[in-house]
DNA sequence: TAATAAACGATCAAATTGATCAAGTATTTC
DNA sequence: GAAATACTTGATCAATTTGATCGTTTATTA
């Protein structure tokens, strides 16, 4: 049920790269210094994601990656996909990457069945999460765990 | 996101269990054939399940697997732990398999809460679905899908 | 009692995928 | 043209999935 470390970083990346849009690019060294993901695998990842359309980059000294899109247009849902494929736990309930299972009927497999529902209720939450809410939710965070304390000595 | 194949042999191998619950033990063999799984993979993962102690096995001729416990008392989290462990899309939001996280700040870091949510949604669902459950949505999908043209010769 | 069907246990092997590193090439800025 | 950076390709290492072999133990049945 887990996410691949590939799709991990990926998303830690692209929540940086949310972070600083509209800004100049970031070079993949700062995101592998600032995220804390091995440099070589992380330079794969973001060719992957520029592939997709999802990142652009720009070259040479000061080069590096920022958002091809507005954080507002990119779920997280897309950059899983892109990078690591089904949403889904069980191939055989995926919308977009629909594998026939080995089992004897799909029609009527109930695993099947209560697959789906797992498989739609994650669908849908990746969908609506878009880098603008986490870009929210970090700045949230900042405040609240240290509260009302902040000024306290 | 997926399930690992084993994990999914292991639940679909569970879920004929469940349906033999009170009668005789089903053979590797038979798990297979119905299954569709193949055969010494599955004799490793009921080896393992027979660890955990939801299996029980019988030896010798006529011999096979059966629940050790009653399907109601099997929801679905417990196989897919045992498994193939975490439930969470990333293993720092997990309660029993919980890693720490390469990311340079946990506490405030926004993937993270969203994860969380996916994870205890996930979680949810498995854990309040039990083998009976399935047997009592097979029963359904059974007499569904042709709804009541069932007696059209 | 002997034959048989099954679980059990221990390996080995091959194919695939995932994660990572290494080294060189191309491009841009200074 | 030197330095910093993205880009490309290929190598390596580990884990997963599956298949194969071989033997041991247990219980049924003829």
Chains 1, 2 share one sequence.
């Not at 995220?35 to 080069?63: H, T, Y």
């Not at 507005?70 to 892109?82: F, V």
């Not at 995926?94 to 009927?105: A, G, V």
């Amino acid at each position: 049920m887990k996410l691949s470390v590939r799709g991990e970083y990926a998303l830690r990346a692209m929540q940086l790269l949310a972070e600083r849009y509209g800004g100049p690019v970031v070079s993949i060294q700062t995101l592998s210094d600032e995220q804390n993901i091995p440099k070589r695998f992380l330079e794969q990842i973001l060719n992957d994601l520029k592939s997709s359309g999802l990142v652009e980059s720009r070259r040479g000294m000061a080069g590096g990656y920022r958002l091809a899109l507005a954080p507002a247009e990119i779920p997280l849902a897309r950059i899983i996909r892109y990078i690591d494929g089904a949403l889904s736990p069980v191939s055989c309930v995926s919308e977009r990457f629909y594998e026939k299972c080995s089992c004897p009927d799909e029609t009527r497999c109930a695993l099947r069945s209560v697959m789906k529902e797992v498989r739609d209720t994650v669908a849908q939450m990746m969908e609506k999460t878009t880098l603008v809410d986490l870009i929210a939710r970090a700045q949230k965070l900042r405040s609240v765990p240290m509260g009302p304390m902040d000024f306290v000595i």
